[in-house]
């Protein structure tokens, strides 16, 4: 299994970030796995975002939850992020992230990780 991520890595204040992760070698609507996203923010640990499994059924951590949108494309066996009014708080590395549990990755943690992607926020 592979996780390959993308998207803009430099945004303005109150901009939306945007990210999405191919999966490969792991259909994501056949899968036991939960899709989650999961960031870093520098001088920190890691912290939990969200994630959706092989239903569509979508969790999200509760301080995220009202700018945090997590969707799929099971066409492509990809899902994405999107935050919207960032700030420069959300300034981390974003990782794409699997795990059987969602316990799992709701402590930071997965079985699987992609690369991650530098974030930074500024005006």
């Known amino acids: 299994v592979q996780l390959q991520e993308w998207g803009h890595g430099l945004l303005k204040p109150s901009q939306t970030l945007s990210l999405t992760c191919a999966v490969y070698g792991d259909p994501i609507t056949a899968s036991v796995y939960y899709y989650s996203w999961i960031r870093q923010p520098p001088g920190k640990g890691l912290e939990y975002m969200g994630a959706?499994?092989?239903?569509?059924?979508?969790y999200h951590n509760p301080s995220l939850k009202s700018r945090t949108s997590i969707s799929r494309d099971t066409s492509k066996n990809q899902f994405s992020l999107q935050l919207t009014s960032v700030t420069p708080e959300d300034t981390a590395v974003y990782y794409c992230a699997m795990a059987r549990e969602l316990s799992t990755v709701a402590g930071g943690g997965a079985d699987y990780w992609g690369q991650g992607t530098q974030v930074t926020v500024s005006s």
């Open positions: 959706i499994a092989r239903d569509g059924g979508v």
